[in-house]
C-alpha cells in the first residue's frame, strides 16, 4: 500500500500558567493517507493491512522522530481514522504490535504498551490521539495528548493512520505518583 499523502502537526509548549517549561514540551503527530483496499465490503482476513502497518509505520515515525529533534522521544501514542465505507476494524487491524514495534524501535526502543483511539469520521474530523510514556504506563506526569484535525481527510475510501511522540511529560505536573526517574522498565507499568 502507497502513501498517499502526509500530514504533520508540531505543538509546542514553553509557558504554562505563567511558569516556564525547560525544556519545552514539544508533541508531533504525523499522519498517512492511504486507499483503503477493503472499503464498501466486508474482508475478513484484514492481514494485508497489518502486514502494510510496518512500512507505512516506519515512513511517518521517521518523520515524527526527526520533528521531534533535538528531543528525544519519551512518550507516544496511535490513532486511525477510518473513512465512512471503511470499518472501525481496518483502523484497528493498522494498529496492532506490528505498527508498534516499529514505533518503539523509532523512539529507541518502549517497555509501555502504546495508548491508541480509532474511529470512523468524514473529512475534517478531529481526534485527540493518547500519549504515555514510552517505558512506564503507570508515570503519571506523562498522560497527555495531542489534538489534530485533517482538513480534507479521510476520504469515504481511505484510512489515516497516525504516530504521535513527545519529548517529556506535561508542564507543572504534580499529582504524584511514579516518578520518570524512578522507572524500572521491565514490565511496561512501572
Not at 481514522?81 to 505498527?99: A, K, Y
Not at 474530523?125 to 489534530?148: E, N
Amino acid at each position: 500500500m502507497q502513501i498517499k499523502r502526509t500530514l504533520t502537526f508540531i505543538e509546542e509548549i514553553a509557558e504554562e500558567a505563567g511558569q516556564h517549561a525547560d525544556p519545552p514540551l514539544r508533541k508531533v503527530a504525523v499522519a498517512a493517507i492511504i486507499d483503503n483496499p477493503f472499503a464498501g465490503r466486508f474482508e475478513r482476513d484484514l492481514k494485508p493491512l497489518t502486514d502494510a502497518s510496518a512500512g507505512i509505520g516506519r515512513t511517518i515515525c521517521s518523520l515524527a522522530i526527526s520533528m521531534l529533534a533535538p528531543h528525544k522521544a519519551q512518550s507516544y501514542g496511535k490513532a486511525a481514522i477510518i473513512g465512512i465505507n471503511g470499518e472501525q476494524e481496518h483502523g484497528v487491524s493498522m494498529l496492532t504490535t506490528v505498527f508498534g514495534n516499529v514505533m518503539r524501535e523509532a523512539a529507541g526502543g518502549g517497555k509501555a504498551w502504546i495508548s491508541s483511539i480509532t474511529k470512523r469520521a468524514a473529512p475534517g474530523t478531529t481526534i485527540d490521539i493518547p500519549l504515555a510514556h514510552k517505558d512506564a504506563l503507570y508515570v503519571r506526569s506523562h498522560y497527555d495528548g495531542i489534538t489534530i484535525t485533517l482538513p480534507d481527510a479521510p476520504l469515504p475510501n481511505e484510512i489515516a493512520i497516525i504516530c504521535a511522540f513527545a519529548n517529556r511529560g506535561r508542564p507543572n505536573h504534580r499529582v504524584g505518583g511514579l516518578a520518570a526517574g524512578e522507572i524500572k522498565g521491565v514490565d511496561g507499568l512501572t
